[in-house]
Structure formats: structure tokens, C-alpha cells
């Protein structure tokens, strides 16, 4: 469970991909991922949409069109969610999605970057890609202004938030468009981390695919690499040991417990409640320390292999970090009091960003932003993986969807993990062997699988394909945070400027902003842009 | 060393930054593992703000860049822009293999590589990520005066790893 080998895949014809979209919608109403494989031999483009239920089935539905055809109907119309997925698609393997609302739009890719180059197709060779690096050189920061045309009205500000902002750590753009100091309308532009793992991911072995991919994000770098192992091992058909079951389920939890922490901390900064941030961040040292203990690193662990762990820990550990977990819960506990009793804090983020349950299952949110609303999917209890299934926890929901909701969920899902690492400790079995004889595993036969886990944002998904070589043919990552990101957008819509950095936080990704702006023109219904000294000048001149 | 023999850049160099090296962060492309040990490295276990060190808003008031990731196509530009507007004397600190070569993102189709090649590099911390104690020694140097503004880069040797 957790993964599955795609045997049953229901063929349908391109053009009628929407109406089988939408009955599908209707028993799993969850789309997962769109996945595109490109088939150099048939000289086609595959295409899989999985679905999923909340109580974990999944349907997966393939469509092939033709390499030199590349358009089909977009779902967006009945999944909101496929919009973001389909655009990662087109920009990827330039496929043209008919009534998407991003088409004609650069989301993911860098502005700089030529049109017609599809860098996922697999007859890109690396040496051409190269040359577009080298021909993308620096020139004047430019902005992007998508769909602005239908904001000319006087009274509307279009505000671009991002990419940077000191405090915080990713780079995210968004565009604001303001009507007086109200949101009216979010227009999300990602891909500054956009690094091409895909890509790479397809030049190097499993093997250092392992470490790649746990190189995605530093915050859950351990189930990045665990849903790449449990889809690889399903390929291989290899199962590990109880006690690398164990141990992987304590890892990954101990990472929830550091990146909820990290979060409630961080949340503190945005709401101006610095010394929250400092406290926090102190006591989450102790699980770093955990950490680093059981596996001999910090951030990115390396701690995980084809078919078991890459070390055995010792009893002794074990005892020390049972130990260290119950001196954390006992200042965890405390200190979560201390703050959730400060009430210029839960007024702050109480009733900010409102959605509701059927708002979240259409725009695909995942993770705590779905439990927050009631809905209780995870998929450590619908589809258990690793030792899940031997242990006994609570799938923690919120009363409705808000900041402050959502905050409450990861606060009790701290809990929760200690104490499935308390179960852990207890029931795993000690004289067994969790390393595997060889981390290499050499060829991988012809097959396609998924995998899903639960990472502390939410569901993460897996597609890997191998076609009987070294190399896999296809690596396809869904991150919870690209099927948050549309409900973060829609969650700011209403509200006050002041209340973004609250909002966008509540989801995890940042952002920033610099001293430019934007003007709309109301006569010209154009879009240009003015730099700081431009601005001062006009200052002057009016004056 | 006696402050008569140093030059008179580098003595006012020191005299400078000695009071408190405020820092801008950048996140250039990075996985956020190395930016959560930088931030770990502000907050009470490491504690660099003893030295007086303060993440601040805007480039305009740093002393000190501290650029973490490979750096992206997409960046790229944000990176110049950032690093014009900072006033002299400056330091960048690349953090983590990622920032000082490319590390294991090298090749990739949006990835330019390592910081050195948008920016002069004062100081390359590497590792995946580096330990917050590590990362704490480089900013005690520029803290302490020991490192020249025009520094050496991340040189051949670290670049390897």
C-alpha cells in the first residue's frame, strides 16, 4: 500500500478526455497529477490523470496523442486543479491545452527561455539545452503581468508581491490586484526554483536519483526520498525489513515534528511575534539533534536505501530519543499554551482566509489545508505505508478552513507524531537486520509505478517509469505545495494587503517585494513598467 | 598584524563591519535545507545576532549577501539587481555546495551553477547543508575583520566538491 504498479490503465481517446474526466470526478473526486511521458519509439506523448477517492483508490486514465499533434481538451472546466497541472505539461512538453486558463502564459519556466524548446521531451539532448542556459543571460528584471487586460479600471492597483523577501526562504511571485487596500485578484507565477529535476533525474542512475530527489526540499527531504524508494521497490519487487519499516516511519515523523515546528515559528515572525519565533526555534533543535543522532545528518538524511535503511541504530539511540521526545513534549506542551493564550496572536488569525470544504476538494488542496475544513485525508490512514498500519494514531481535523484552523492542525499533529514515535520505539522489533546487501541495484525491468505518502504538507506524489535500464525513463514529482498554491491564491481574494503574508504563510511557500511598480493605463488599456529612478523623476516633475 | 601596515581600504574595512554585519538573505534556487540552517544559525542555540549581525528588509542596508541554492535562470537577474543596490564595502557568503558550484544541480536546464558566476564570492561555506556552526564561523570572520572584501572566491579546490 502507499504505492501500487499501474497495470490497469483506462485507455481513452483525446477528444473525449473531458467527459470521462467528469464521470470520473463523480466517484474519485480528487485529481492527483497529470503526467506526461513522452514515447520516443512510437513517437507519441502519453498522457495519465490520476484520480483519487478519499479513502484511497485511485484510477489512473491514460490518453496518447500524437508527437506532431500536440493539443487536446483541457479539463480545467470540471477539475479547477488540472489547470496548474496541465500548464506544468505544456510549458515541459509543449502540449497545447484547448480552455486552460493559463494558456499563452509562462508559469514555470523562465522568461528568458525560447519558446519552442520543450526541455522534458526526451529527444532534447543536454548539449542543446546547454546553449539555451548560455543564450539566457542577464538583462533588465522584467515583470509579467498575466491577464492584465481585463484590470483597467482606474481604481484597480496591480501589485507585484515576490520574488524575494528577506525573512523567508523560497522565492514565489504574486501578483495582486487590488481595489482600493481589497484583493480582488491573485495571479500566481512559480517556477524560481524550477531547477529541472525531471530532467536530470533521467540522466543518473536510481541510485543517485535517490539523493537527487531528497535534494528537492530541505524541509522534507526524508519523504522525497522514501516515495522514490517505495515506488523503485515496487518496481524491483523487493520488500524491506520490519525494522526498516519502523525506522523510516520514526524518521519521517521526527522530519513532521521539525517542519510543523519550523512553520508555527516562522508564523510567529509573520505576525510580528518574534520572541514566538526564537522559543520555538530553540526547542526545535532538539529534534535536529534527533536527527542528526539517528542519522548522521541534519537536514538531508541519506538515511534511506532500496530495500531497507542505510544504518541500524542501536537500542541505546533509541533510548535517547525516547528520552529527548518526552522533554520535548513536556516544553512543546507548555509553550504552545503559552502562546495560543496570547490573544492579540488568535485574533490575528482567527476568520483570516476563510474557505470551506468544497472550495479545497475542487482547487486540489492537500495536507493540513484540507484537513483544516474536516476532511480527513491522509494518507498514512487511507493508503498506509511503512509501519503505519501496526500503529494506533488519530487523523487530526480542523472545524473549517482558516489560518487559525489550520494552525491548530499542525499544532496537534506534533502531538501526534511524538506519539507515533513513542509506538514506534515500543514496537519495533530488535534483532533484525534493516540494511540491505547491496545499495546498488543495477538494471531496472520495464514497468510503471506510483507511490504516495504523506509528507508534512500534504500528499506527495510519485510516478516512476523504467525501461530495463540504469536510468529510469520517466521521473514525474507532484509536491503538496503546487496543489496548495491555487487555494492560496483564492484564499487572498477578499482580503486586506495587510493579511497576505498571514495567508500566504498558512500554506508554506513566500514571497516579497521590491521597490518598483506597476501602472495601468486606463486610456491605452496598456501595461508598462517603471523603475524606482523613473518614478522619482516623474515625482519631481509633478511637483 | 599592526594597523600601521595595513592598508587604508582594509583598516576602514574593519572599522566598519566591526560594529554589526547586517544581513540580506537570498534564496537563489536552493532547496530551503540550507536556509533553514541559516536560519537556525540567528536563532538562540547558534545565536549569531551576539554579534551584532540582524537579518534586514532591504539590500540597501546590508553589509553582508548570504546566498544560498544554485542559482536559476529565473534569479539570475534578481541576484545582480539585489547585489547593485547594497552599498560598499559588501560580502557575499555562498552557503552550501549548491551556491558555491552548482552542486548537485549542475547540467539542469534552468540552472546558470554556482553564485560566482552572477556575483564576486567573499566566502564559500560548502556542504549539504553546512552545519549552522559553520556557517556561523564564516560571518565571525567578516565579524572579526579577517577577511578582505575582494576575497578569493570559492577556488578550484571547493568547487570540486
Known amino acids: ?543 | 598584524m599592526a594597523d600601521g601596515q595595513r592598508s587604508e581600504h582594509e583598516s576602514f574595512d574593519r572599522r566598519l563591519v566591526r560594529k554589526s554585519p547586517w544581513i540580506f538573505h537570498f534564496n537563489s534556487g536552493g532547496c530551503n535545507g540550507c536556509d533553514i540552517e541559516f536560519v537556525a544559525a540567528l536563532t538562540p542555540l547558534y545565536d549569531v545576532e551576539r554579534l551584532g549581525a540582524k537579518l534586514v528588509a532591504s539590500p540597501k542596508h546590508a553589509d553582508v549577501l548570504v546566498v544560498t541554492g544554485p542559482v536559476t535562470l529565473q534569479v539570475a537577474k534578481s541576484l545582480k539587481l539585489i547585489y547593485d543596490q547594497m552599498p560598499e564595502p559588501k560580502y557575499v557568503v555562498a552557503i552550501g555546495t549548491c551556491a558555491c558550484s552548482g552542486g548537485i544541480f549542475s547540467g539542469g536546464y534552468t540552472v546558470l551553477g554556482g553564485v560566482e558566476k552572477v556575483i564576486p564570492v567573499t566566502i564559500c561555506v560548502p556542504g549539504c547543508p553546512p552545519n549552522p556552526k559553520e556557517i556561523f564561523r564564516a560571518l565571525e570572520a567578516i565579524y572579526k575583520g579577517e577577511i578582505k572584501v575582494a576575497g578569493g572566491g570559492c577556488g578550484e579546490e571547493q568547487n570540486r566538491g
Not at chain 1, 86 to 103: I, K, Y
Not at chain 1, 131 to 137: F, L
Not at chain 1, 235 to 246: D, I, M, R, T
Open chain 1, 1 to 543: 500500500m502507499g504505492r501500487s504498479r499501474i497495470e490497469d490503465k483506462a485507455y481513452t481517446e483525446p477528444h473525449s478526455i473531458v467527459e470521462v474526466a467528469s464521470k470520473t470526478l463523480s466517484s474519485y473526486p480528487h485529481l492527483v497529477s497529470v503526467t506526461a511521458v513522452h514515447d520516443e519509439k512510437e513517437k507519441s506523448i502519453e498522457l495519465i490523470y490520476t484520480f483519487s477517492d478519499f479513502r484511497g483508490a485511485l484510477k489512473n486514465i491514460s490518453t496518447r496523442i500524437p508527437e506532431d499533434k500536440k493539443t487536446l481538451p483541457s479539463i480545467a472546466s470540471v477539475a479547477p486543479a488540472a489547470s496548474i497541472y496541465e500548464q506544468e505539461v505544456s510549458e515541459l512538453f509543449g502540449v497545447a491545452f484547448d480552455g486552460n486558463p493559463f494558456t499563452g502564459k509562462r508559469v514555470l519556466l523562465p522568461d528568458c527561455f525560447p519558446n519552442d524548446v520543450h526541455p522534458l521531451l526526451r529527444n532534447v539532448k543536454q548539449e542543446d539545452l546547454e546553449k539555451v542556459v548560455a543564450g539566457c543571460m542577464l538583462g533588465e528584471p522584467q515583470i509579467y503581468v498575466t491577464g492584465s487586460s481585463r484590470y483597467s479600471a482606474e481604481s484597480v492597483i496591480l501589485l507585484p508581491f515576490g520574488p524575494y523577501h528577506p525573512a523567508l526562504k523560497e522565492p514565489e511571485r504574486f501578483i495582486l490586484v487590488l481595489e482600493g487596500e481589497t484583493i480582488v485578484d491573485v495571479i500566481p507565477k512559480i517556477g524560481h526554483v524550477h531547477r529541472g529535476i525531471e530532467k536530470i533525474a533521467e540522466g543518473r542512475t536510481f541510485l543517485q536519483d535517490l539523493f537527487l530527489v531528497e535534494r528537492i526540499c530541505g524541509i522534507c527531504s526524508f519523504i522525497h526520498s522514501w516515495t522514490f524508494t517505495l515506488a523503485v521497490e515496487e518496481l524491483l519487487n523487493v520488500k524491506p525489513s520490519k525494522k526498516a519499516e519502523y525506522l523510516r516511519t520514526m524518521i519521517a515523523e521526527l522530519e513532521r515534528i521539525h517542519s510543523h515546528v519550523l512553520w508555527i515559528g516562522l508564523l510567529g515572525y509573520w505576525t510580528g511575534f518574534e520572541s514566538m519565533f526564537m522559543w520555538i526555534w530553540r526547542l526545535r533543535e532538539k529534534i535536529m539533534s534527533l536527527l542528526d543522532l539517528l542519522t548522521g545528518n541534519r537536514v538531508h538524511k541519506s538515511f534511506i536505501a532500496f530495500g531497507g535503511v542505510r544504518r541500524d541504530v542501536t537500542d541505546e539511540k533509541l533510548n535517547t530519543v525516547a528520552k529527548t521526545i518526552a522533554e520535548f513534549e513536556k516544553d512543546y506542551k507548555k509553550l504552545i499554551d503559552e502562546i495560543m493564550s496570547y490573544e492579540p496572536l488568535v485574533e490575528r488569525i482567527k476568520g483570516i482566509g476563510m474557505y470551506n470544504a468544497e472550495h479545497a476538494i475542487r482547487l486540489g488542496a492537500v495536507g493540513p489545508m484540507i484537513r483544516a475544513t474536516g476532511i480527513p485525508y491522509d494518507i498514512r490512514k487511507v493508503e498506509p505505508y511503512g509501519a503505519y498500519d501496526e500503529i494506533d494514531f488519530n487523523v487530526v481535523t480542523g472545524k473549517g478552513g482558516d489560518v487559525f484552523n489550520v494552525t491548530m492542525v499542525r499544532i496537534k499533529e506534533v502531538l501526534e507524531s511524538i506519539n507515533i514515535i513513542r509506538q514506534c520505539i515500543e514496537k519495533m522489533p530488535r534483532n533484525e537486520n534493516p540494511v540491505p546487501k547491496t545499495l546498488v541495484i543495477g538494471v531496472v525491468k520495464e514497468g510503471e509505478a506510483v507511490a504516495r505518502t504523506e509528507a508534512p504538507r500534504g500528499e506527495l506524489f510519485y510516478y516512476v517509469k523504467a525501461a530495463n535500464s540504469r536510468n529510469p525513463h520517466r521521473v514525474k514529482i507532484r509536491t503538496p505545495t503546487l496543489a496548495n498554491i491555487l487555494l492560496a491564491a483564492d484564499m487572498l481574494k477578499g482580503y486586506t494587503l495587510s493579511d497576505v503574508p498571514v495567508i500566504i504563510t498558512s500554506i508554506d511557500p513566500c514571497f516579497s517585494c521590491m521597490d518598483r511598480a506597476l501602472v495601468v493605463d486606463k486610456n491605452h488599456n496598456s501595461v508598462f513598467f517603471v523603475d524606482f529612478n523613473k518614478l522619482r523623476k516623474e515625482n519631481k516633475r509633478i511637483r
